[in-house]
């Protein structure tokens, strides 16, 4: 396997990565592996590397199409929701248990 070498890594990242290796009991190689994996989208499955299926921002190959209705509905949900004041969300003066009562 060919090796690469990560320059000018920031002190919060160096941080991070030692952080994870620790509380995972990793190496620091593992944790940055890891990493590179999850941000190429790259998954591994009983050893095996393989791309993953879709991209996080592609919700539709993994949960279907909606028909025209269905969209219908959420564009009206949506703009409901655009102009609803704040309190109508989430009343100011309620406590938890109010609200699911």
């Known amino acids: ?4 070498m990560i320059r000018h890594i920031d002190r919060l990242m160096a941080e991070r ?5 620790k509380e ?3 190496s620091i190689n ?3 592996l890891q990493a590179l ?4 989208g790259v998954a591994e499955n009983n050893g095996l590397l393989a791309e993953n299926l879709f991209e996080s921002r592609d919700l539709s190959s993994a949960v279907g199409h909606w028909d025209a209705s269905e969209r219908a509905v959420f564009q009206e949900t949506m703009q409901a929701l655009a102009v609803a004041r704040s309190e109508q969300l989430a009343p ?4 938890v248990g109010e609200l699911l009562d």
């Open 1 to 4: 396997m060919p090796d690469i």
């Open 24 to 26: 995972r009991q990793w």
């Open 17 to 21: 990565i030692k952080l994870l290796a």
């Open 30 to 32: 593992d944790v940055v």
């Open 37 to 40: 994996r999850h941000g190429l």
């Open 92 to 95: 100011a003066n309620r406590a």
